[in-house]
């Protein structure tokens, strides 16, 4: 046990981890986290908050897990490393830290030309894999990057993503296996929609060992929409959405097509849970939070279990 993490302390324990995670507001109003928190709260062990998403600029993730945080929920910083470089990615951490934020999701980020503000200076001193190595540096051998000792080590439990689903297909397990000799202790991966693409993946987890290196919470996100659906297969890089995914939610009336995106839902985590290998789901239900606790009640998530 490395940190006072909630959701560390329910993986080490053996239990089935659920986390989820919301956007935050184009604007300065605390009360979208704090709504968002509501809803999710007691469904999940962790809510990650997303770092200006699509590299289009929204309140912090650092100010929106503070917010979580005084609502007594265990949350996960995203930090990507496309606007920081190494001097203000290890204040970041040092004040997460400080502030009692636990967990910690070490990301890349996505490229400003998908964003907002298209012509902006991306920074990218580091990337995700050095970002893990960096946590790791400093929370165990308690020094800076530069070699200075530090005076307060931060104790964060370690996350990173994985996406099972980007070409080439082979190199995804080795990109894995890299997070993993990084230091990364838990994963998050990508919406999972093609269940027989990511047992393949887990496949190549498992023979490489790293299922007993690392906790793999399998991503879970509920369709809205058949246009979201296509959305999702057309546009959004590296996701596999199946053409027969696509047809069972056009199969039904249109009023009844977000039930049936809910189903798929939690038809997919009930068959994640079967899978070895799989210590958990995260689900991602983009601005429907209100969704997620029915999912998590009825893909028999509910209640939590409690750990001391």
Not at 61 to 77: V, Y
Not at 228 to 248: F, H, Q, S, T, W
Request: proline share 4%.
């Amino acid at each position: 046990m490395t940190s006072d993490s909630h959701l560390e302390k329910m993986l080490e324990q053996g239990e089935f981890a659920v986390t989820s995670e919301c956007g935050p507001p184009r604007g300065a109003d605390a009360e979208v986290i704090k709504k968002k928190g509501e809803l999710l709260k007691g469904t999940v062990d962790a809510i990650n908050v997303t770092d200006n998403q699509t590299s289009v600029v929204r309140m912090s993730s650092f100010s929106s897990c503070i917010l979580l945080k005084q609502m007594g929920i265990d949350a996960t910083l995203q930090m990507v490393t496309r606007d920081r470089n190494r001097i203000a990615i290890q204040s970041d951490i040092l004040g997460a830290a400080a502030l009692g934020i636990n967990n910690i999701l070490c990301l890349s980020g996505d490229h400003q030309k998908f964003g907002d503000h298209a012509t902006a200076k991306n920074v990218y001193d580091m990337d995700s894999v050095h970002l893990i190595q960096t946590v790791k540096h400093m929370r165990d051998e308690g020094k800076f990057l530069g070699g200075d000792e530090l005076k307060g080590v931060p104790k964060l439990f370690i996350g990173a993503a994985a996406n099972p689903f980007a070409d080439p297909f082979e190199s995804r397990v080795v990109r894995l296996a890299k997070k993993v000799a990084a230091g990364v202790q838990f994963i998050q991966t990508q919406c999972i929609f093609n269940l027989e693409r990511f047992g393949q993946w887990m496949q190549l987890v498992r023979d490489r060992g790293l299922h007993e290196k690392v906790y793999i919470l399998g991503g879970v996100t509920p369709m809205k929409s058949v246009g979201m659906a296509n959305y999702m297969k057309k546009m959004v890089p590296g996701m596999d959405v199946p053409d027969e995914l696509i047809a069972r939610i056009k199969g039904v009336e249109k009023d009844k097509r977000a039930e049936e995106g809910v189903k798929i839902a939690i038809e997919t985590i009930q068959q994640l849970k079967e899978m070895e290998g799989v210590r958990g789901v995260h689900i991602m239900a983009i601005e429907w939070e209100e969704m997620v606790p029915r999912i998590a009640q009825e893909a028999g998530l509910l209640p939590r279990p409690q750990v001391a």
